[in-house]
Structure formats: structure tokens, C-alpha cells
């Protein structure tokens, strides 16, 4: 049966501060630059979120897509929007809400509602031209 990968996009806007709190604030300036910012910047997130598995022979779907659609914005959307990820989002409160970080959390999220015969991939666009992706390796 051939394999085949279903996207659906996602979007939300969220604010966050790279920075550790054991360094002092030259430290975390001279590591992440104006993203330090003490009192926050804000992001446009495009989310895509790609499952890969076999065709479904009764209903010719990997995935339903309508299900997926519930799911990111039950999990992710409704979690992350309007938020300020490092205040308001439990998973942040000690880990630093980088773009890599925050699509591990987004996968971990999502992955105990997925079959497990389906292959996992977050693609996050964190500006138009910067983005990460993961599928838990």
C-alpha cells in the first residue's frame, strides 16, 4: 500500500522572551540579541503539521483532515494564541521558548492523539523566512 503524506496548516500569534534566568542580562543579550527583550516581542506562527502512513482502503484517507483540523486548534491553537508563552504556557515556564523548543512541545502534543502507525512532522515558521522542523528523532 503506498504511503503518503497529509498536511494541514495552522496559525497562531504568540508572544515569548529568549533569555535564561541564570544568566545575567548581558549574557542573554550577547546570546539572543534583541530577542532578550525583558519585556517581550510577539510572533506570526505557521504551523503545518504533515502525517505520513498508508492509505486507508475503506476510506481512501492517511488521516481524516476535519480531525486533525480539531485537534490542532483544541491543542495548539487554543493553548498558544494570544499567549505570552513564557508566562501564560505551562510547558515554557522552564523551557525557553525557542522555535525549536516550541516545536517539540507541538509534537509531543499532538503524538498521544495520533495512531502510532502514522509518522509525524512539524514544520514551524516562526517569520517568513526563519523555520524549524521536527518529527521526533
Known sequence: MPRVTVHRKAHFNAAHRLYR???SGEKN???????SNPH?????????VSLTGEINPETGYVYDLGVLKDLIRSEIEDAFDHKNLNVEVEEFKNLNPTAENISVVIYNKLRVHIP???????T???TP???V????D
Do not use: A, P
Request: glycine share 6%; net charge negative; proline share 0%.
Open 40 to 48: 517581550f516581542h510577539g510572533h506570526n506562527y505557521e504551523l503545518i
Open 124 to 126: 514551524l515558521y516562526e
Open 116 to 122: 502510532s502507525d502514522l509518522d509525524i512532522e512539524i
Open 29 to 35: 543579550f550577547e546570546v539572543f540579541n534583541k530577542c
Open 21 to 23: 534566568k541564570d544568566w
Open 133 to 136: 522542523t521536527y518529527s521526533g
Open 129 to 131: 523566512r526563519n523555520f
